[in-house]
């Protein structure tokens, strides 16, 4: 709806990560516009010094995922931004809560999008989605765009889609919204747990000091990935790969003509990533049992 609202199209690029969630591929093939990958960092984020090299004369709009709810280092990416004349959309979707420098996930750029999925940390017992944006033109364009792009009750300005959030659903998002802090910080709690026990044996999220992530998921780096899964499991404890393949090497994408190595961080990140169990309801006991069935595996 926003890449839609923005007027982006055939004959557009939008550049963004490979190695994020299905989503943030096709909403851009969706407008007709061609995907443009442009690999991550160590935070799993999209990473600046490297989208000059794949801006070109169609580039539109760079889209940022703030994976694993850590927010992208938007100050670079704006400033890349601006002098490109580019928009920036946030894929938000992980990150409900999370602060860059102070400010929240969703105040970037020009529109943001989070995701009210059972699996998000913010999420509606269904599927639902939101758009923030302080822009009141594009405001009124998607509001018309995801209900059938009726300006009024009779007049169809466009041809739009439905994409309305029932009733339902948004009552219990408004419901949970009060309890969102609350739950994200037994996250950040968890995340912390993880952190102080596993550092030197597993690699663990390396925050900068401006960085004040939800931990949507925590994901750890090790190189017998499917070894520590199995030992895991073996042992009552499930985990999962978020993700294992990487967008430019989705079957969808086969069109686009990217290859394996064209992405070398990214694809390293996915043969090595595991994300461990997290969510608010996660006793303390079940955290140390984690932690000391991971530390048994690399001691031995
Ligand atoms: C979950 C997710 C989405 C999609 O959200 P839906 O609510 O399923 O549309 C998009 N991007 C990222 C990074 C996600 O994790």
Known sequence: LSLLSLGIGP?????????????TAWIIARTGARIVFCDVGNDMNIKPDLIESVISE????????????????????QTIADKHNLFVLEDAAQAVGACYKGKKAGSFGVCAGFSLHPLKNLHVH???GVITTNDPDLYVSIKKYRNHG??????C??????????????????????????????????AQMYTKSLNGYVNVPILKEYEEPVFHRFMILHPDREGLQGFLANNDIETKVNYPIPLHLQPAAKDLGYKKGDYPVT??????????????????DQVYYVIEKITQFCKN
Request: charged share 30%.
């Open 150 to 155: 009726l300006k009024n009750r009779d007049e």
């Open 58 to 77: 169609r580039t539109k709009a760079i889209l940022p995922v703030h994976l694993t709810g850590r927010v992208a280092d938007m100050d670079s990416i």
């Open 126 to 128: 269904g599927d639902g």
């Open 11 to 23: 004959d557009d690029e939008v550049i963004t990560a490979p190695n994020s969630f299905v989503t």
């Open 267 to 284: 694809e390293e990140q996915a043969d090595t990533i595991l994300s461990l169990p997290l969510y608010p309801e996660l006793r303390d």
């Open 157 to 190: 300005e466009f041809w739009g889609i439905n994409s309305r959030m029932d009733a339902v659903h948004a009552g219990i998002g408004n419901i949970k919204l009060k309890y969102i802090d609350k739950w994200n910080n037994r996250y950040r709690e968890i």
